[in-house]
């Protein structure tokens, strides 16, 4: 960067802090800022380390190369360089490291006290003169006064080289604008702007020069406008602002038009992509948010209350911001959105709950422990010892001890029976053993009933009964006390030991049938595969359902002895698992299939494909077809704009968001509006009257009149015209006199020697109107500022079909028109212009290069030769051969804009509003093989989608063979759909309708593929 574009780059910064504008791009200018001032600074602490080293001079010369060091920091350190640094912290964006105040303040000291570096500059200095390099004489007389600052004689010198160098490049420079070379323009102007002083201009040169610097930028902005890429766009124009504002520079009409355009454009988009990435930002950190708490479910992890209603109001806060940019969502976030955030809320409410349950019981139970604890001090106190030798020994099941203790407590102790502790403990003895005793005779009885069966062989009984009863003998021995369980034990397990023989001899039959089931079913599992055919895999399993059921009948047994071998139930285990698995996989794939079939929509098609996709129950091809689908866009809205409007994304958004026809804007934008308002106030065409003159002269003292020639009268339109049309003095063009070019004369019309009088409308006194003002005044463009619905394509054809007119004139209204439609294609009816007609009338438009200013249709010269068969006409001479452009007025006079508008909409509304019905799909079976599957009969043709993931035509009625035959070569598994009108009988009524002058040959041209 050189030192001029670092004081550009200082001013664009000191703008920005004075009045903020994104259009000056401040993210980039602080990083460009940033890059430099450390780069600067870099430099100085390089140079201050070599003199700390002892080579000054070599310091001195690093500093000195362009641009010098200490000028840049002088210009990057400028007055509001803290309040920059400071805005640039606060928005993120990139800012420098102070500057290194010591290292500067070296490098200053260096210079101050000279040396041999001083006498290294003047031979320098003195060798550049010696060869004419007034560049490098210049910066060699740079350094020597940065040594030497007060020398007049070296200042005096400095001044003279300024000149003279600026001297050399602006005399090449005016050559290059006065030839129009635009590339030597911007390479000397280059030049120029790299000097390593701050030049000073006279004269239009420099002006001239940065205009057509102007010019060349705004023309490859608009390339870039058309290749939709804002941030050039907003570059170049902010480059141009910045040249005018650095040399006052005032643009021509048309080019400072052109860069309000582009300008508002760019900012606009820029808007667009910064609000759309926030949202896109916002949707995704809500996604993160979302998994990561799904996570967290997933994982068991149980976070206490307080990070849950942080995560929870986290959410909260996000989501609102999302719905604040007004912007959708897609529906699978909004559902887990609303499904996470109550799954927490649920969360937060138990846990609140809890704690609040969790303080009571703790108070409660805190007064309960205080109250049993001197409940039972108290009773401890009045309870003795034996009392708890008792209870202990009750406790213990320990009967004979019982009853001893209590017949030594009443035989030797009498008076501790009046405790009532004692008491209760001694009431409770006899009740505790007898009813022990009567346990065990009851468990003995049980056990002689059993002892009967086994000597009857068991016969008679069920094992479930028998083993029933066993089981209840072998609890009820377990609850006797131990000094019971020796002899009542000893007589069960004699009666035991009879039955487990008997069970044996049963469970080996058993467990043999078992085998051979398993391992028959086992083998003919391990043969089945998940991607056979559904029908076959179907009779599989209906064949395996037989010994399954058998096997499942031979399991239920609860005998120990004679039930199938834990090995063998485990493996049945993995057959019966690994067959629910296939049939789980069966039916997923039935279900996901009767979805696609039954399916009259498109999102319950795609629900059915990515049912059967995430089975298991597919061949590899199907699985690479089905993946290869859900890649691709296919969305019936993507269809019907590909078969009605294709390559027209932005037009189709448009169309879908609002289908009434929209001729015009609900509301002008500033820069449209003040285009059609500049047209309407233009002196060259409002206000003005048509006169003639005769110059009247004397000879011999007789008034000689001249013959009489026509001229344009100039007049305010604001002003009020005079009584009877009587003016004094008037602004005129006198053709005759200038027919070149346009110039305005003030005349006094009364009292001169130049007679003037109106051309009055036949029949009036009234001065006639010119028909370009009569033209004007049709076109209803007042209605249109004041912001009423006009169409434009109607306007042009009003236009095209008008013949009083001069061609020239216009032609400059259409220029004004078309960079109307241009700030906002999309708001005009002429977007439903067809590309081929649009396309055509622009290009013809373009080849006409004539008619920028609005008086060019005043001037003669200019009208003989643009519109020179009209001139003839005018002048009432013999007729001339038409121009290009006389030819395009008479080519579009046969035509009408606005009925081809028109048309163009019915082409894409009619059939929207038919719509198309989703009928079936692109069947790929298990053989690998493609067929048409559809819901129901139809002969008409269906659409989808191809191979390429591209929208096309699939398949046509065959009435020989009474079938679809394929056209296309179609996506596996591609949805189809049919066109639920006629696109014939449509075409054939718009054709039929044709009002737009165009041949019906033309129009089918205007068809898009739906009609083809």
């Given at each position: 960067?050189?030192?001029?574009?670092?004081?550009?780059?200082?001013?664009?910064?000191?703008?920005?802090?004075?009045?903020?504008?994104?259009?000056?791009?401040?993210?980039?200018?602080?990083?460009?800022?940033?890059?430099?001032?450390?780069?600067?600074?870099?430099?100085?602490?390089?140079?201050?380390?070599?003199?700390?080293?002892?080579?000054?001079?070599?310091?001195?010369?690093?500093?000195?190369?362009p641009p010098v060091v200490l000028d840049l920091i002088n210009c990057l350190e400028f007055r509001k360089a803290r309040d920059w640094v400071a805005l640039c912290k606060q928005n993120g964006w990139?800012?420098?490291?102070?500057?290194?105040?010591?290292?500067?303040?070296?490098?200053?000291?260096?210079?101050?006290?000279?040396?041999?570096?001083?006498?290294?500059?003047?031979?320098?200095?003195?060798?550049?003169?010696?060869?004419?390099?007034?560049?490098?004489?210049?910066?060699?007389?740079?350094?020597?006064?940065?040594?030497?600052?007060?020398?007049?004689?070296?200042?005096?010198?400095?001044?003279?080289?300024?000149?003279?160098?600026?001297?050399?490049?602006?005399?090449?420079?005016?050559?290059?604008?006065?030839?129009?070379?635009?590339?030597?323009?911007?390479?000397?102007?280059?030049?120029?702007?790299?000097?390593?002083?701050?030049?000073?201009?006279?004269?239009?040169?420099?002006?001239?020069?940065?205009?057509?610097?102007?010019?060349?930028?705004?023309?490859?902005?608009?390339?870039?406008?058309?290749?939709?890429?804002?941030?050039?766009?907003?570059?170049?124009?902010?480059?141009?602002?910045?040249?005018?504002?650095?040399?006052?520079?005032?643009?021509?009409?048309?080019?400072?038009?052109?860069?309000?355009?582009?300008?508002?454009?760019?900012?606009?988009?820029?808007?667009?992509?910064?609000?759309?990435?926030?949202?896109?930002?916002?949707?995704?950190?809500?996604?993160?948010?979302?998994?990561?708490?799904?996570?967290?479910?997933?994982?068991?992890?149980?976070?206490?209350?307080?990070?849950?209603?942080?995560?929870?109001?986290?959410?909260?806060?996000?989501?609102?911001?999302?719905?604040?940019?007004?912007?959708?969502?897609?529906?699978?976030?909004?559902?887990?959105?609303?499904?996470?955030?109550?799954?927490?809320?649920?969360?937060?409410?138990?846990?609140?709950?809890?704690?609040?349950?969790?303080?009571?019981?703790?108070?409660?139970?805190?007064?309960?422990?205080?109250?049993?604890?001197?409940?039972?001090?108290?009773?401890?106190?009045?309870?003795?010892?034996?009392?708890?030798?008792?209870?202990?020994?009750?406790?213990?099941?320990?009967?004979?001890?019982?009853?001893?203790?209590?017949?030594?407590?009443?035989?030797?102790?009498?008076?501790?029976?009046?405790?009532?502790?004692?008491?209760?403990?001694?009431?409770?003895?006899?009740?505790?053993?007898?009813?022990?005793?009567?346990?065990?005779?009851?468990?003995?009885?049980?056990?002689?009933?059993?002892?009967?069966?086994?000597?009857?062989?068991?016969?008679?009984?069920?094992?479930?009964?028998?083993?029933?009863?066993?089981?209840?003998?072998?609890?009820?021995?377990?609850?006797?006390?131990?000094?019971?369980?020796?002899?009542?034990?000893?007589?069960?397990?004699?009666?035991?030991?009879?039955?487990?023989?008997?069970?044996?001899?049963?469970?080996?039959?058993?467990?043999?049938?078992?085998?051979?089931?398993?391992?028959?079913?086992?083998?003919?599992?391990?043969?089945?595969?998940?991607?056979?055919?559904?029908?076959?895999?179907?009779?599989?399993?209906?064949?395996?359902?037989?010994?399954?059921?058998?096997?499942?009948?031979?399991?239920?047994?609860?005998?120990?002895?004679?039930?199938?071998?834990?090995?063998?139930?485990?493996?049945?285990?993995?057959?019966?698992?690994?067959?629910?698995?296939?049939?789980?996989?069966?039916?997923?794939?039935?279900?996901?299939?009767?979805?696609?079939?039954?399916?009259?929509?498109?999102?319950?098609?795609?629900?059915?494909?990515?049912?059967?996709?995430?089975?298991?129950?597919?061949?590899?091809?199907?699985?690479?077809?089905?993946?290869?689908?859900?890649?691709?866009?296919?969305?019936?809205?993507?269809?019907?704009?590909?078969?009605?409007?294709?390559?027209?994304?932005?037009?189709?958004?448009?169309?879908?968001?609002?289908?009434?026809?929209?001729?015009?804007?609900?509301?002008?934008?500033?820069?449209?509006?003040?285009?059609?308002?500049?047209?309407?106030?233009?002196?060259?065409?409002?206000?003005?009257?048509?006169?003639?003159?005769?110059?009247?002269?004397?000879?011999?003292?007789?008034?000689?009149?001249?013959?009489?020639?026509?001229?344009?009268?100039?007049?305010?339109?604001?002003?009020?015209?005079?009584?009877?049309?009587?003016?004094?003095?008037?602004?005129?063009?006198?053709?005759?006199?200038?027919?070149?070019?346009?110039?305005?004369?003030?005349?006094?019309?009364?009292?001169?020697?130049?007679?003037?009088?109106?051309?009055?409308?036949?029949?009036?006194?009234?001065?006639?109107?010119?028909?370009?003002?009569?033209?004007?005044?049709?076109?209803?463009?007042?209605?249109?500022?004041?912001?009423?619905?006009?169409?434009?394509?109607?306007?042009?054809?009003?236009?095209?079909?008008?013949?009083?007119?001069?061609?020239?004139?216009?032609?400059?209204?259409?220029?004004?028109?078309?960079?109307?439609?241009?700030?906002?294609?999309?708001?005009?009816?002429?977007?439903?212009?067809?590309?081929?007609?649009?396309?055509?009338?622009?290009?013809?438009?373009?080849?006409?290069?004539?008619?920028?200013?609005?008086?060019?249709?005043?001037?003669?010269?200019?009208?003989?030769?643009?519109?020179?068969?009209?001139?003839?006409?005018?002048?009432?001479?013999?007729?001339?051969?038409?121009?290009?452009?006389?030819?395009?007025?008479?080519?579009?006079?046969?035509?009408?804009?606005?009925?081809?508008?028109?048309?163009?909409?019915?082409?894409?509304?009619?059939?929207?509003?038919?719509?198309?019905?989703?009928?079936?799909?692109?069947?790929?079976?298990?053989?690998?093989?493609?067929?048409?599957?559809?819901?129901?009969?139809?002969?008409?043709?269906?659409?989808?989608?191809?191979?390429?993931?591209?929208?096309?035509?699939?398949?046509?009625?065959?009435?020989?063979?009474?079938?679809?035959?394929?056209?296309?070569?179609?996506?596996?598994?591609?949805?189809?759909?049919?066109?639920?009108?006629?696109?014939?009988?449509?075409?054939?009524?718009?054709?039929?309708?044709?009002?737009?002058?165009?041949?019906?040959?033309?129009?089918?041209?205007?068809?898009?593929?739906?009609?083809?």
């Open positions: 960067m050189n030192l001029t574009e670092a004081e550009r780059l200082v001013r664009r910064i000191e703008a920005y802090l004075k009045q903020p504008d994104e259009t000056l791009q401040p993210a980039t200018m602080a990083e460009t800022y940033a890059s430099e001032h450390q780069a600067a600074t870099r430099r100085v602490v390089t140079c201050q380390r070599i003199i700390r080293d002892g080579d000054r001079d070599q310091a001195m010369r690093l500093a000195e190369e990139p800012a420098p490291e102070s500057m290194d105040r010591e290292a500067v303040r070296t490098l200053q000291k260096a210079y101050a006290e000279g040396g041999k570096a001083d006498q290294d500059f003047v031979k320098r200095y003195r060798g550049a003169v010696m060869s004419r390099d007034w560049p490098k004489a210049y910066d060699a007389l740079q350094s020597i006064l940065k040594v030497q600052p007060n020398d007049a004689g070296y200042q005096k010198e400095a001044v003279r080289l300024r000149k003279k160098i600026l001297d050399d490049l602006l005399t090449p420079l005016g050559q290059a604008v006065a030839g129009g070379d635009v590339p030597k323009v911007l390479r000397i102007s280059g030049e120029i702007e790299a000097l390593s002083f701050v030049p000073t201009f006279t004269g239009d040169t420099w002006p001239s020069a940065q205009k057509m610097r102007c010019g060349k930028m705004l023309a490859d902005a608009e390339e870039y406008q058309h290749n939709d890429n804002w941030r050039e766009v907003l570059s170049m124009t902010g480059s141009v602002n910045n040249l005018i504002a650095q040399y006052g520079l005032t643009l021509p009409t048309d080019l400072a038009g052109q860069l309000d355009r582009l300008a508002e454009w760019a900012v606009v988009e820029k808007q667009e992509y910064d609000e759309q990435q926030k949202h896109d930002s916002l949707v995704s950190e809500v996604g993160h948010l979302l998994q990561k708490s799904e996570e967290n479910q997933t994982a068991s992890i149980n976070p206490d209350l307080v990070s849950q209603k942080m995560e929870l109001e986290t959410l909260a806060g996000k989501w609102r911001e999302i719905e604040e940019s007004g912007r959708s969502v897609p529906e699978n976030l909004q559902d887990q959105y609303g499904r996470d955030t109550m799954l927490l809320r649920g969360q937060v409410n138990r846990k609140q709950r809890i704690r609040r349950n969790v303080l009571m019981l703790a108070v409660v139970a805190t007064l309960v422990l205080a109250g049993v604890a001197g409940f039972f001090m108290l009773e401890a106190q009045k309870a003795g010892s034996l009392a708890s030798q008792l209870m202990t020994l009750i406790e213990e099941r320990k009967v004979r001890a019982s009853e001893s203790l209590a017949k030594s407590i009443r035989e030797k102790q009498p008076r501790l029976v009046n405790y009532a502790k004692v008491s209760a403990a001694l009431g409770q003895v006899v009740p505790f053993c007898q009813k022990e005793r009567d346990a065990n005779e009851a468990l003995l009885v049980k056990i002689k009933g059993v002892a009967k069966w086994a000597d009857a062989g068991f016969a008679g009984f069920s094992q479930e009964e028998i083993q029933t009863e066993i089981d209840a003998c072998k609890t009820d021995l377990k609850n006797l006390p131990e000094e019971f369980k020796g002899d009542t034990g000893s007589e069960l397990a004699t009666v035991q030991n009879e039955w487990e023989l008997h069970l044996d001899t049963q469970g080996g039959r058993r467990n043999t049938e078992f085998s051979a089931l398993l391992a028959s079913a086992e083998e003919n599992v391990a043969s089945l595969e998940y991607n056979l055919p559904p029908s076959r895999l179907e009779e599989e399993l209906k064949r395996l359902a037989q010994p399954v059921e058998q096997m499942q009948k031979l399991i239920p047994v609860r005998l120990k002895l004679v039930k199938i071998k834990d090995e063998s139930v485990e493996r049945f285990g993995l057959l019966t698992n690994k067959v629910a698995l296939i049939r789980r996989e069966l039916e997923a794939w039935k279900t996901g299939y009767n979805i696609m079939r039954e399916a009259d929509a498109l999102e319950g098609y795609m629900e059915g494909i990515t049912k059967i996709r995430g089975t298991k129950a597919i061949t590899p091809k199907q699985e690479v077809a089905l993946s290869r689908l859900l890649s691709v866009e296919v969305k019936r809205d993507q269809l019907m704009k590909a078969l009605l409007m294709p390559g027209r994304d932005k037009a189709w958004k448009r169309f879908t968001e609002n289908r009434i026809l929209q001729v015009s804007p609900s509301k002008l934008m500033p820069s449209e509006e003040t285009l059609l308002s500049k047209l309407l106030t233009n002196p060259h065409i409002n206000g003005m009257k048509m006169g003639r003159v005769r110059d009247i002269t004397y000879e011999n003292l007789q008034k000689v009149e001249g013959p009489w020639r026509p001229v344009y009268m100039f007049e305010d339109p604001a002003r009020k015209p005079p009584i009877n049309w009587e003016f004094t003095w008037a602004n005129l063009y006198d053709p005759a006199k200038y027919p070149a070019k346009l110039v305005k004369e003030y005349y006094n019309i009364r009292y001169t020697v130049l007679k003037f009088e109106f051309i009055t409308e036949k029949g009036s006194e009234m001065p006639a109107s010119l028909p370009e003002s009569k033209l004007l005044n049709r076109l209803r463009l007042p209605e249109l500022v004041a912001g009423k619905q006009v169409s434009l394509a109607s306007v042009l054809d009003e236009i095209h079909s008008d013949t009083g007119a001069s061609p020239v004139f216009k032609k400059y209204i259409i220029e004004i028109l078309m960079n109307v439609i241009a700030v906002r294609p999309g708001e005009w009816d002429t977007y439903w212009l067809t590309h081929p007609s649009l396309r055509g009338y622009r290009e013809r438009l373009g080849k006409i290069n004539c008619c920028k200013s609005s008086g060019d249709w005043m001037v003669p010269d200019i009208q003989k030769k643009i519109a020179p068969k009209h001139w003839a006409e005018k002048i009432k001479v013999s007729p001339a051969k038409p121009s290009m452009l006389e030819n395009f007025f008479m080519l579009h006079r046969k035509t009408s804009l606005e009925a081809s508008a028109r048309l163009g909409r019915q082409i894409v509304l009619r059939p929207y509003d038919g719509g198309f019905t989703l009928v079936g799909f692109v069947e790929l079976d298990h053989a690998g093989d493609e067929q048409l599957s559809i819901r129901k009969p139809t002969a008409k043709r269906l659409w989808g989608w191809d191979r390429d993931g591209k929208p096309a035509r699939l398949f046509e009625w065959d009435p020989g063979k009474k079938r679809h035959k394929a056209t296309g070569n179609a996506m596996p598994f591609s949805p189809v759909y049919e066109f639920n009108g006629d696109a014939a009988v449509i075409k054939m009524d718009l054709l039929k309708g044709n009002k737009t002058g165009h041949e019906n040959e033309v129009v089918e041209t205007w068809f898009p593929p739906l009609y083809q």
